[in-house]
Structures are given as structure tokens and as C-alpha cells.
């Protein structure tokens, strides 16, 4: 059944583990398709955060564009792929930074994450997509 407006943004705005896809920019290749965490506010925009100089924010800078899908399999198989434009890229504040970590660990975890994150992971930057098409559906009990 597909999901309505609401149920869809509802879903989204979920913590889950998205699947990103950009296009590869290699007429030889498919997408480029890798898990990331995201935040999503329903009736906003989805962002996420990414290595300034990763191959994901090169790829999405030259697409302009990538989509997201997130899905569970309990207690019905659920999806929703979204997909946009990029109205934004900025580098990440300390803000929007702790906001995302807040969203998939635990109070416990989240200062030794983002401490690692300073450490190892280098300068972030924010990319904010607009959803523009939407794919969503709950299969039921198929």
C-alpha cells in the first residue's frame, strides 16, 4: 500500500541508517550507493554530514542532487526513497554536528563520538537536500 503524505515524512523523520545514492558520474558505473545517518524534520529538507573533501561530497557537488532511502522489516516491510536537489552546502556547526550524533547514539556515547569525529574524520561539511519525488510504500503482510 503506498503511504500517505504524513506516514511517509513520518517515517523519515525516524532515526534510521539511510542509504545514500549519488550518481557516479562514470557512464560505465551505477550510482554510488553507501549507508549514512541523515536528519530530517517533517515538511524540511533532509541533511547530512560528510567529509568536505569526500568522494560522496564531490559526487553530490557535480550531481547537484542524491536520493535516500530508508526501510525496516518489523513488523511490515516499510520504505521511502527520497530524492531532490541540493539547496545547500555549508561546513557543519558544532550545533548540527551534536544534533545528528544525538539522533543514533546514546547521551553516554555521543561526546566520545564527536570527539573522535574532530580527531579523525577532518572538516565536515552539511549538505541539504530539498525532496522533490518520493517513493513510498508498506507492504503489509505480503
Same mark, same amino acid.
Given at each position: 500500500?503506498?503511504l500517505?503524505p504524513?506516514?511517509r515524512?513520518?517515517?523519515?523523520?525516524?532515526?534510521?541508517?539511510?542509504a545514500l545514492?549519488?550518481d557516479?558520474?562514470?557512464?560505465?558505473?551505477?550510482? #554510488?550507493?553507501?549507508? %549514512?545517518?541523515?536528519?530530517?524534520?517533517?515538511?524540511?529538507? /533532509?541533511? %547530512?554530514l560528510?567529509?568536505? &573533501?569526500?568522494?560522496?561530497?564531490?559526487?553530490?557537488?557535480?550531481?547537484?542532487?542524491? &536520493?535516500?532511502?530508508v526501510?525496516? &522489516?518489523?513488523?511490515? /516491510?516499510?520504505?521511502?526513497?527520497?530524492?531532490?536537489p #541540493?539547496?545547500?552546502?555549508?561546513?557543519?556547526?558544532?550545533?548540527?554536528h551534536?544534533?545528528?550524533?544525538?539522533r543514533?547514539l546514546p547521551?553516554d556515547?555521543?561526546?566520545?563520538?564527536?570527539?573522535?569525529?574532530?580527531?579523525?574524520?577532518?572538516?565536515?561539511?552539511? %549538505?541539504?537536500?530539498?525532496?522533490?519525488?518520493?517513493?513510498?510504500?508498506?507492504?503489509?503482510?505480503?
Open positions: 500500500m503506498p500517505t504524513a506516514e515524512e513520518e517515517f523519515l523523520a525516524e532515526p534510521r541508517i539511510a545514492s549519488v557516479s558520474g562514470d557512464p560505465n558505473r551505477g550510482p #554510488v550507493s553507501v549507508p %549514512i545517518w541523515y536528519q530530517y524534520e517533517r515538511g524540511g529538507d /533532509v541533511w %547530512i560528510t567529509g568536505t &573533501t569526500s568522494r560522496k561530497a564531490e559526487l553530490i557537488a557535480a550531481a547537484g542532487r542524491f &536520493t535516500l532511502l526501510e525496516r &522489516t518489523e513488523p511490515t /516491510v516499510r520504505y521511502v526513497s527520497v530524492e531532490g #541540493v539547496v545547500e552546502t555549508a561546513p557543519v556547526t558544532d550545533a548540527r551534536r544534533e545528528l550524533v544525538a543514533y547521551a556515547k555521543a561526546a566520545a563520538y564527536l570527539e573522535f569525529a574532530e580527531r579523525d574524520l577532518g572538516e565536515q561539511v552539511m %549538505i541539504r537536500m530539498r525532496p522533490q519525488s518520493w517513493i513510498a510504500a508498506d507492504l503489509g503482510s505480503l
